[in-house]
């Protein structure tokens, strides 16, 4: 395995290669890995994400799966970086973590098997699909805000080639204490699947981005609060949680909410009517359980 990374260094974007502690340009000169600034692991055209995926997390929103996986799309704005800052927005208070792992293509690929999908893949970094909820009863359905504003997409902190993906362990840390700890055998569909998946009808370029689903216990975090998503074999990403210096407008579009529906999703299984109804609100059908009912 190799870990490729993208930093600062003088100024300009280089391309380097982690060696130990240490990140190596290619004219030779050297980094500490810890005092880089790094920038995201690739440069995509787009970043598409699974719903749901993990067994943890199905059971936990109390449901069942689709028959095939369900998507979104974050917006390339939304890229963040190691050791960068998250932004809620003044007058937002529903920011969850949900820590992943982030799929890098590194060939055009259209209309492949899942058996051939692995070679139209760069490599493999951590992620954190960022969901900001105060929105999520205006985007029900599209998740647009609630996944897709500014700096809600961190990548990194590099691109590992050659990474097997079988039982690797992937944990979120926050603040020093681990609220995810997953294994990724709990996925139902693979890597090499979802890549398949998206390429049947959507070209897949060389910097794309595909977010893999995320366990149980995605959270709410606050401004203070240090999210670290960490995965066995690709290493830690890290960033710091920041109030926007500016509010929300109020003079456009909807505004942030607090309904039973939003309260449930962020904060999951500590919502106190979770297992006794569905949350109610303007988005809720596209969020009811599946659960057979007695």
Not at 82 to 111: F, M, Q
Not at 146 to 175: A, E, M, R, Y
Not at 208 to 220: F, K
Request: charge should be negative; hydrophobic fraction near 35%; charged fraction near 20%.
């Amino acid at each position: 395995m190799a870990d490729f990374r993208r930093i600062l260094l003088n100024g300009y974007p280089v391309d380097v290669q982690r060696d130990g502690d240490e990140l190596v340009a290619g004219d030779g000169r050297r980094v500490a890995a810890a005092d880089a600034t790094h920038l995201p692991p690739s440069e995509p055209s787009k970043i598409i994400c699974v719903h749901l995926n993990y067994s943890s997390r199905v059971d936990e929103f109390m449901t069942k799966l689709p028959a095939a996986p369900t998507y979104f799309q974050k917006p390339v704005s939304a890229l963040n970086s190691h050791g960068a800052d998250v932004v809620r927005p003044e007058g937002c208070k529903w920011l969850n973590y949900e820590g992943e792992i982030a799929i890098i293509i590194g060939r055009t690929c259209r209309n492949i098997s899942p058996d051939v999908a692995g070679d139209y893949i760069a490599g493999y970094s951590a992620s954190n699909d960022y969901g900001l909820h105060d929105f999520r009863d205006t985007d029900a359905g599209s998740m647009l805000r609630v996944k897709g504003s500014d700096t809600l997409c961190p990548v990194g902190p590099g691109l590992v080639t050659d990474w097997d993906f079988h039982g690797k362990q992937i944990q979120t840390i926050v603040n020093g204490d681990v609220v995810q700890d997953a294994s990724t055998d709990e996925m139902k569909w693979d890597m090499h699947y979802l890549v398949a998946d998206i390429a049947r009808n959507i070209t897949l370029q060389p910097g794309d981005i595909l977010l893999s689903g995320t366990p149980a216990n995605s959270r709410t975090v606050y401004p203070g609060d240090v999210v670290t998503v960490q995965v066995e074999g690709l290493g830690a990403m890290t960033n710091t949680i920041v109030t926007g210096p500016t509010p929300i407008r109020s003079d456009v579009g909807a505004q942030p909410s607090d309904s039973e529906e939003v309260q449930s999703t962020a904060q999951g299984g500590d919502w106190e009517f979770r297992g006794i109804r569905a949350p109610m609100g303007p988005g809720a059908k596209h969020y009811e359980s599946t659960v057979d009912q007695d």
